[in-house]
């Protein structure tokens, strides 16, 4: 069982910025494809970021695409979340979840570990 653990999250104003960062506890990602989800309240849990497991290709949801970067660190284990110009909308629960297939993925079913979530508020 993988357990990851994602920390980053917090209250930002509208046009700021915040970096979530993902790791495993106590293993490796290594050959995992990596991938970030958001759930709003009220809302179904959606797609944002995923990540092959070399890092060299990336794929985002339209809505963050511009704003936002998934990156990872494979010496250090850990899974990154840049995002910029915030909006309101973006306010939710962010979820780091791991597949073990390396390939992107965008689906929830097409994942294996889930973190616990680190909530993003965005005031305007």
């Known amino acids: 069982q993988v357990q990851l653990v994602e920390s980053g999250g917090g209250l930002v104003q509208a046009g700021g910025s915040l970096r979530l960062s993902c790791a495993p506890a106590?293993?490796?990602?290594?050959?995992?494809?990596m991938g970030w989800f958001r759930q709003a309240p009220g809302k179904e849990r959606e797609f944002v970021a995923a990540?092959?497991?070399?890092?060299?290709?990336?794929y985002y949801a339209d809505s963050v695409k511009g704003r936002f970067t998934i990156s990872r660190d494979n010496a250090k284990n850990t899974v990154y979340l840049q995002m910029n110009s915030l909006k309101p909308e973006d306010t939710a629960v962010y979820y780091c979840?791991?597949?073990?297939?390396?390939?992107?993925?965008?689906?929830?079913?097409?994942?294996?570990?889930w973190g616990q979530g680190t909530q993003v508020t965005v005031s305007s």
């Open positions: 990540i092959t497991w070399s890092g060299g290709s990336t």
């Open positions: 106590g293993r490796t990602f290594s050959g995992y494809g």
């Open positions: 979840a791991a597949s073990a297939a390396a390939r992107i993925h965008t689906r929830e079913y097409e994942y294996d570990y």
